[in-house]
């Protein structure tokens, strides 16, 4: 099994920042990506920026340019720093794995999610 543990949402004004953090633990072997995804209110959930096992990174039109992916591999934790937040950037955030556990079974687990909100 694999547990991972989002931090760092919250309320902020147009055009500040934040950076959101998620922690895994768990039995595992390998990572293949990281991604990060958000859901707004009555819409599906999208994905915003994902980063590969080499470090390849990827980001949705919508956030290129503001949002930047980063992994720790020590700490088995990925991170999306977000500057120049809109309020269209409003949405529930959620960081999702993709590995080999030890067992050699493959995993495909998601934080629990956290809150990002941009307003005045």
């Known amino acids: 099994q694999v547990q991972l543990v989002e931090s760092g949402g919250g309320l902020v004004q147009p055009g500040g920042s934040l950076r959101l953090s998620c922690a895994a633990s768990?039995?595992?072997?390998?990572?293949?990506?990281m991604d990060w995804y958000r859901q707004a209110p009555g819409k599906q959930r999208d994905k915003v920026a994902t980063i590969t096992s080499g470090g390849k990174t990827n980001y949705a039109d919508s956030v290129k340019g503001r949002f930047t992916i980063s992994r720790d591999n020590a700490k088995i934790t990925v991170y999306l720093q977000m500057n120049s937040l809109k309020p269209e950037d409003t949405a529930v955030y959620y960081c999702?794995?993709?590995?080999?556990?030890?067992?050699?079974?493959?995993?495909?687990?998601w934080g629990q999610g956290t809150q990002v909100t941009v307003s005045s």
């Open positions: 768990g039995s595992i072997f390998s990572i293949y990506s």
């Open positions: 999702n794995l993709k590995g080999m556990l030890v067992t050699n079974d493959n995993f495909d687990s």
